[in-house]
């Protein structure tokens, strides 16, 4: 239901870059130089599927890059911050 899932701010961030516009009501940024923006797109991708409450949830996730797998971190509602991997940084807003 729509209670459960806060409602995103659509703003970028300060210090993130954006990668992908909207899907599902989510954007997604990169907040550090080493995390690509196929693997922030990833990072979405699996938020998305695990459906969390609160934004909090432990990812495991594939890099398209690397063809690496990753866990991933994330915490926030209205934006999610998710850290792991290699120094990885990606925002959901």
């Known amino acids: 239901s729509s209670s459960t899932r806060a409602k ?3 703003k ?3 210090g993130a870059k954006k990668c992908y516009g909207p899907e599902q009501g989510v954007a997604v940024g990169r907040g550090t130089d080493v995390t690509s923006c ?3 797109g ?7 599927r695990e459906k969390p409450k609160g934004g909090k949830a432990r990812l495991e996730v594939r890099s398209p890059v690397t063809k690496k797998n990753y866990s991933m971190s994330c915490t926030g509602a209205a ?6 991997g290699n120094d990885a940084v990606v925002v959901l807003y």
Do not use: E, I, N
């Open 42 to 48: 990833a990072v979405r991708d699996a938020y998305l």
């Open 8 to 10: 995103r701010s659509g």
């Open 38 to 40: 196929a693997f922030a």
């Open 79 to 84: 934006v999610t911050r998710c850290t792991g």
């Open 12 to 14: 970028l961030p300060s």
